[in-house]
């Protein structure tokens, strides 16, 4: 089946700095990928959307400055957290879609805490 | 737009006994319906989903749903669970190639 890797699978960083997270499609060409966040014992809340070589779609309320979405290549995605705060610690998840395939393919998940 | 309730935020069964985990959907329009599977600190697994055709679907891990497009419901169901099972469940909506809205999930955790 579809394989999505994250990395890193955690992360700890101080307030202020930045921290980027990729997702990988290992075996097929992802043509949408999706980032989520997951808070303690709630439901995945879509941040936004990527299109290979297009700006991402950002969802109602997220701040498109602060979380900087990149989907370089058809196997690459990346989530960069700006200027993080104790606030955005979160479980991040990433999952990728391929051309005609309406099924997303999940990865493991990110935890970043900020300290 | 769509959105999901899942009825019980927990559940809790005993190893062997039936479990039911209740999904409610909303759309103006014919959506299509997924379970997902997470594990603690891990991503999503497909159970299964229903595209069209036959309103029982049958999943991986003998989990089982049934389609009821009157009651705009999509439940899951297991006849016998095991400890293993024991994880939270996701039931989700989607216009196929559009995003998915899921629910709040539904832990399930299976007592010996």
């Known amino acids: 089946g579809a394989v999505v890797s994250q990395h890193p699978s955690r992360v700890i960083c101080k307030s202020g700095t930045s921290v980027k997270i990729e997702c990988r499609s290992l075996?097929?060409?992802?043509?949408?990928m999706f980032w989520y966040r997951q808070f303690p014992k709630q439901s995945l809340m879509l941040m936004a959307t990527?299109?290979?070589?297009?700006?991402?779609?950002?969802e109602q309320g997220v701040e498109k400055d602060k979380f900087l979405i990149n989907h370089a290549s058809l196997t690459l995605s990346t989530l960069t957290v700006t200027s993080a705060h104790p606030e955005d610690s979160s479980f991040y998840i990433c999952s990728a879609r391929f051309r005609s395939s309406y099924e997303q393919y999940f990865g493991p998940g990110t935890r970043l805490t900020v300290t | 737009a769509q959105s999901v309730t899942q009825l019980d935020s927990q559940v809790p069964v005993f190893e062997e006994a039936p479990v039911e985990l209740r999904c409610n959907y909303s759309s103006s329009v014919s959506v299509y319906l997924f379970w997902y599977v997470q594990y603690p600190n891990q991503g999503l697994q497909l159970l299964l989903k229903y595209l069209s055709g036959s309103t029982l679907v049958k999943g991986i891990n003998g989990f089982e749903a049934e389609f009821n497009k009157s009651q705009t419901s999509f439940h899951l169901r297991k006849p016998s669970v095991h400890i293993s099972d024991t994880a939270e469940y996701f039931c989700?909506?989607?216009?196929?190639?559009?995003?998915?809205?899921f629910g709040k999930g539904t832990k399930l955790t299976v007592n010996p």
């Open positions: 075996d097929f060409q992802a043509t949408t």
């Open positions: 989700a909506v989607s216009l196929l190639t559009e995003k998915l809205v």
């Open positions: 990527s299109n290979e070589g297009s700006k991402a779609t950002y």
